[in-house]
């Protein structure tokens, strides 16, 4: 916190939080990704921050608001914050986003006037990303946005060279909700990362380098689609 918090000032407007807290629980989860490894902090931080989030916004009575309004929720300014900066890092590619970062805190470090807002981070961020990624960014901070995903089929083939091939039958689906709860359907066009394990991510026992057999980002088309891949075993 005192990192981010104490070295920009930010004006008394939506979305201050986010830019302390959000990206000083982001900051500290990459690092204990470095040190620890990815396995650590998904128990100790991502799945948590996630329970957290849904929880807080289904007992918000107020209503949720889109991250960049946030007014002081500690289940958006921190545990939001942190799993969208921490999903812009796995699709956008950890260079860029330290490059958009880095160039917010230089611009605006001690800045006074203007005080800082959370709308200056992202528009460098969606010039830094380009238009290519706009939509997501959007979808991240600009609006409440729900992702429905599951699989309806996975079926494995032996190839004649050992490998198999993975045929997954899926159905994706992404709406928009307002602080009422009511949900607009909206075209799925967003990559995610799809992939085949020999234990549940949530397992405390589950080691990315062993368990992971494959993940990748991938495009699925809105609605039902199927997905395959080869892979070296099951």
Known sequence: HHWW???????RVEGIGVLAEGMASYSARMLLDAKYGKEF?????????????LRGRNMDRFGETPLYQSQGQSYLDYN???SVMYALQNHLGEDLVNT??????????????????????LVILKRT???EHLQLIEDL??????YEFSVDDARAEALDDGRYRVTLDITTAKVYSDDKGRET????????????????????SFLIDEDVIYLELSSPENGKSTVEFVVDRL
């Open 5 to 11: 918090g104490h070295q920009f000032i930010g004006a």
């Open 100 to 121: 958009a970062m880095r160039e917010f805190f230089a611009t605006y470090r001690n800045n006074m006037r203007p005080y800082v807002a959370i709308t200056a981070f």
């Open 80 to 82: 939001k914050g942190e």
């Open 41 to 53: 902090t998904l128990h100790r931080s991502f799945i948590p921050a996630n329970r957290r989030y």
């Open 141 to 146: 901070f600009e609006k409440i946005t729900l």
């Open 185 to 204: 359907a909206a075209e799925f066009n967003s990559p995610v990362n799809i992939g085949l394990f020999t234990k549940h991510p949530g397992n405390r």
């Open 129 to 131: 990303a380009g238009p």
